[in-house]
């Protein structure tokens, strides 16, 4: 299976991997384009309407992926290290008051807005499904017209470089395949975002990721193959992603393939075409 190319426009080429072009400009504007009306908002509903960052903020340029709790110091957990890097032992941690053991953060990457979930896969992959104990799921992919994709196995087994279910860590683009606001992780409370699993990918059970804008759900846990589109030019792409698990958001979300630095979580340009969609 090949990456289709990102549509590409003059500049300087920021990353030249595989099948894809994406110069510096429009890498950095993936996060905060046009859509910025419903964008902030959405932010502003949160507290978190200064994600916003000015040019240098949140890297530039770079691999590391650090915590974005701007508004929200005093409650998230990972409050106090706003704008520091990401560390897997900080997740596990957090993980442990869980009752599924899972954790989640906001964070930036090269100024675009991801999610960071600990997900307690290498301890729970041996478990009964019924258990409900939380593990990644490698599973079929369907189109928003229902056509099948891919199944994420087959996938990984051609690109294992972009997810390591053993490593128990995922991260994911956190802008909405709907109209583009950025979905959060446990930052309203609902059924949706409980700290509970089920397993199937499906809607019922917690721990979603949840966009307010119009309450589209992502299971984090569910990895599958998704097809979506840019919005200017129509140009199609596959992409490993998450689960739209339900809402009017059409497809899942990309996942942005993690790079462990001792315990610093660091992710990888590689296939940033897959972030186009709301260019
Ligand atoms: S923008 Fe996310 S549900 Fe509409």
Redesign the pocket.
């Known amino acids: 299976m090949k990456l289709r190319p990102a549509p590409s426009t003059a500049g300087d080429l920021l990353s030249l991997t595989g099948d894809m072009i994406v110069n510096r400009r429009q890498f950095m504007r993936y996060g905060f384009n046009a859509t910025s009306g419903?964008l902030a908002s959405?932010l502003g509903a949160l507290g978190f309407a200064a994600i916003l960052l000015p040019p240098s903020g949140g890297g530039g340029g770079d691999t590391s992926v650090l915590y974005w709790a701007k508004g929200r110091e005093d409650e998230a957990w990972y409050g106090a290290k706003h704008l520091q890097p990401m560390s897997k032992s900080d997740f596990e941690a957090e993980a442990a008051k869980s009752k599924v053991g899972m954790s989640g953060a906001q964070g930036v990457w090269n100024g675009l807005p991801v999610i960071v979930n600990y997900v307690p896969h290498s301890v729970n992959s041996i478990k009964p499904m019924a258990d409900n104990s939380p593990r990644f799921q490698e599973m079929p992919g369907y189109d928003i017209g229902g056509n099948y994709v891919a199944h994420a196995t087959e996938y990984l087994l051609g690109n294992p470089e972009i997810f390591d279910p053993s490593g128990n860590l995922i991260m994911i683009f956190s802008r909405?395949?709907?109209?583009?606001?950025i979905?959060g992780w446990q930052l309203v409370s609902n059924s949706f975002t409980d700290d509970n699993w089920t397993p199937g990918g499906g809607d019922d059970g917690g721990s979603k990721m949840f966009?307010?804008?119009?309450?589209?759900r992502f299971d984090p846990t569910a990895i599958e193959v998704n097809r979506n589109a840019n919005r200017s030019t129509g140009a199609s792409f596959e992409y490993l992603g998450i689960r739209r698990a339900g809402?009017?958001?059409p497809v899942g979300l990309p996942i942005i393939p993690i790079i462990m630095n001792g315990d610093t979580i660091e992710a990888s340009s590689d296939y940033t075409g897959w972030l186009t969609y709301c260019d």
């Open positions: 419903v959405t909405c395949t709907h109209l583009c606001c979905p966009c307010i804008c119009h309450s589209s809402g009017p958001a």
